[in-house]
């Protein structure tokens, strides 16, 4: 038989109201926390995701089919590379700062926040010229094919949570361009909506990040 804590809903819940009566909004914490297991479970997923990619990489190196793992001139632009990593090493901290400045009730948060989605863009960028500036392509070899696909999809991520980003900063653009008539009510109160999806946007990107440099040690150091 269940404890009376097992019973009792993990966090604050829209009360239960009569047949008829109009349903109260939802409390803040609800989705906030919906938001925070949303993005830990999409990182579990995007793990598991580029780790075939990892796998691929060290098994197709320790097979080297008549040593042609790595042919001389599918080495990617190194110069390219280590612009790419230091624009999203520097992207994750400026979010990370972003968020921390949110969570003390800063309005300085905007500023760090669309600083990082400017070298987010910028790293993605600086792939796509590396794409166009490299002497080889997804059929020039094992190596290669591994690094266009996996720097590819690593793009598309990127690109993906540069857009969740934004939303978040436009999002505050507007709400300080157009502040709400009314002092009550969630819009009324914009970065009480914002912080979640902040939250989890930034976490989501620092740990992309991560896997981001692990990708560029394998890739273009090993």
Known sequence: ?????????????????????????????????????????????????????????FYLRSLNVEHLWRAPHTNPDQGLGAGFV???VLSALLAFFAGRRMKTASPGWLAPAA???LLG??????????????PFGPASGAYASVFCVWTGMYLIAALATMYWLETQVATELRARRAPAAKAEGDIAEADRLIAPGLDAAVFYWVFLAALGVIAYVILYLL
């Open 121 to 134: 863009l910028v790293a993605i960028a600086l792939q796509c010229i590396e794409y166009t500036q490299q």
């Open 1 to 57: 038989m269940a404890s009376e804590s097992e019973k009792l809903p993990l966090g604050l819940m829209v009360p239960p109201v009569a047949a008829g009566v109009d349903i109260p909004p939802e409390p803040p914490d609800v989705g906030a926390r919906t938001l925070s297991v949303a993005a830990r479970l999409l990182a579990g997923a995007t793990i598991f995701f580029f780790l075939a990619f990892v796998f691929a990489y």
């Open 115 to 117: 600083g990082s989605l």
């Open 86 to 88: 230091a624009c999203i």
